[in-house]
Nanobody
Framework: QVQVVESGGGLVQAGGSLRLSCALS????????MGWYRQAPGKERELVAS???????MYADSVKGRFTISRVNTKNAVYLQMNSLKPEDTAVYYC?????????WGQGTQVTVSS
Protein backbone atom coordinates (compact mmCIF):
# COMPACT_ATOMS: atom_id res chain seq x y z
CA GLN A 1 0.00 0.00 0.00
CA VAL A 2 1.24 3.45 -0.95
CA GLN A 3 0.26 6.57 0.95
CA VAL A 4 0.08 9.85 -0.93
CA VAL A 5 0.11 13.26 0.74
CA GLU A 6 -0.19 16.60 -1.06
CA SER A 7 0.72 20.03 0.22
CA GLY A 8 1.27 23.57 -1.03
CA GLY A 9 -2.19 24.73 -2.04
CA GLY A 10 -3.57 28.10 -1.11
CA LEU A 11 -5.03 31.38 -2.29
CA VAL A 12 -3.20 33.39 -4.92
CA GLN A 13 -4.04 36.28 -7.23
CA ALA A 14 -4.29 35.80 -10.96
CA GLY A 15 -0.85 35.85 -12.52
CA GLY A 16 0.76 34.47 -9.40
CA SER A 17 2.52 31.19 -8.73
CA LEU A 18 2.20 28.20 -6.43
CA ARG A 19 4.20 25.02 -6.00
CA LEU A 20 2.45 21.83 -5.04
CA SER A 21 4.29 18.94 -3.44
CA CYS A 22 3.37 15.27 -3.22
CA ALA A 23 5.14 12.78 -0.99
CA LEU A 24 4.86 9.01 -1.20
CA SER A 25 5.40 6.53 1.60
CA UNK A 26 4.83 2.84 2.09
CA UNK A 27 5.38 0.06 -0.46
CA UNK A 28 6.78 2.17 -3.29
CA UNK A 29 7.91 0.45 -6.45
CA UNK A 30 10.79 1.83 -8.49
CA UNK A 31 8.84 2.00 -11.72
CA UNK A 32 5.74 4.14 -11.42
CA UNK A 33 3.93 7.06 -12.96
CA MET A 34 2.89 10.04 -10.91
CA GLY A 35 0.34 12.59 -11.90
CA TRP A 36 -1.51 15.67 -10.81
CA TYR A 37 -5.25 15.88 -11.36
CA ARG A 38 -7.73 18.58 -10.49
CA GLN A 39 -11.43 18.83 -9.91
CA ALA A 40 -13.32 22.09 -9.99
CA PRO A 41 -16.82 22.42 -8.47
CA GLY A 42 -19.42 20.79 -10.70
CA LYS A 43 -16.80 19.38 -13.05
CA GLU A 44 -15.17 16.01 -13.53
CA ARG A 45 -11.67 15.29 -12.32
CA GLU A 46 -9.14 15.91 -15.09
CA LEU A 47 -5.50 15.10 -15.66
CA VAL A 48 -3.24 18.14 -15.38
CA ALA A 49 0.20 16.62 -15.81
CA SER A 50 2.01 13.33 -15.38
CA UNK A 51 5.58 12.10 -15.19
CA UNK A 52 6.98 8.60 -15.59
CA UNK A 53 9.79 7.11 -13.55
CA UNK A 54 12.03 7.80 -16.54
CA UNK A 55 11.09 11.46 -16.58
CA UNK A 56 8.73 11.56 -19.54
CA UNK A 57 6.07 14.21 -19.04
CA MET A 58 2.70 15.11 -20.48
CA TYR A 59 0.45 18.10 -19.88
CA ALA A 60 -3.13 19.10 -20.45
CA ASP A 61 -3.38 21.69 -23.22
CA SER A 62 -4.84 24.19 -20.77
CA VAL A 63 -1.66 24.27 -18.66
CA LYS A 64 1.10 23.83 -21.24
CA GLY A 65 3.72 26.51 -20.93
CA ARG A 66 2.51 27.52 -17.46
CA PHE A 67 2.84 24.39 -15.31
CA THR A 68 5.88 22.18 -14.83
CA ILE A 69 5.84 18.72 -13.26
CA SER A 70 9.01 17.26 -11.79
CA ARG A 71 10.02 14.44 -9.49
CA VAL A 72 12.85 13.50 -7.17
CA ASN A 73 12.99 9.73 -7.02
CA THR A 74 15.36 9.63 -4.05
CA LYS A 75 12.73 11.54 -2.05
CA ASN A 76 9.72 9.71 -3.51
CA ALA A 77 8.29 13.11 -4.31
CA VAL A 78 6.67 14.88 -7.22
CA TYR A 79 6.09 18.60 -7.64
CA LEU A 80 3.88 20.85 -9.72
CA GLN A 81 5.15 24.36 -10.33
CA MET A 82 2.23 26.51 -11.40
CA ASN A 83 2.94 29.92 -12.93
CA SER A 84 0.71 32.53 -14.54
CA LEU A 85 -2.25 31.17 -12.64
CA LYS A 86 -5.74 31.94 -13.87
CA PRO A 87 -9.08 31.92 -12.04
CA GLU A 88 -10.05 28.86 -14.09
CA ASP A 89 -7.20 26.97 -12.43
CA THR A 90 -9.19 27.05 -9.19
CA ALA A 91 -9.80 23.46 -8.09
CA VAL A 92 -8.85 20.76 -5.66
CA TYR A 93 -5.59 19.27 -6.88
CA TYR A 94 -4.92 15.58 -6.34
CA CYS A 95 -1.73 13.58 -6.63
CA UNK A 96 -1.94 10.07 -8.00
CA UNK A 97 0.65 7.33 -8.02
CA UNK A 98 0.36 4.34 -10.33
CA UNK A 99 2.66 1.38 -9.84
CA UNK A 100 2.63 -2.40 -10.08
CA UNK A 101 0.38 -2.60 -7.02
CA UNK A 102 -2.27 -0.31 -8.47
CA UNK A 103 -3.19 3.34 -8.06
CA UNK A 104 -3.19 5.49 -4.95
CA TRP A 105 -4.67 8.96 -4.50
CA GLY A 106 -3.96 11.71 -2.04
CA GLN A 107 -6.61 13.63 -0.15
CA GLY A 108 -6.24 16.73 -2.31
CA THR A 109 -5.16 20.30 -1.75
CA GLN A 110 -7.24 23.38 -2.57
CA VAL A 111 -5.92 25.94 -5.03
CA THR A 112 -7.91 29.16 -5.34
CA VAL A 113 -6.99 31.86 -7.86
CA SER A 114 -8.67 35.21 -7.40
CA SER A 115 -9.24 37.62 -10.27
Amino acid sequence: QVQVVESGGGLVQAGGSLRLSCALSGSIVRINTMGWYRQAPGKERELVASISSGGSTMYADSVKGRFTISRVNTKNAVYLQMNSLKPEDTAVYYCRNVGAGGASWGQGTQVTVSS
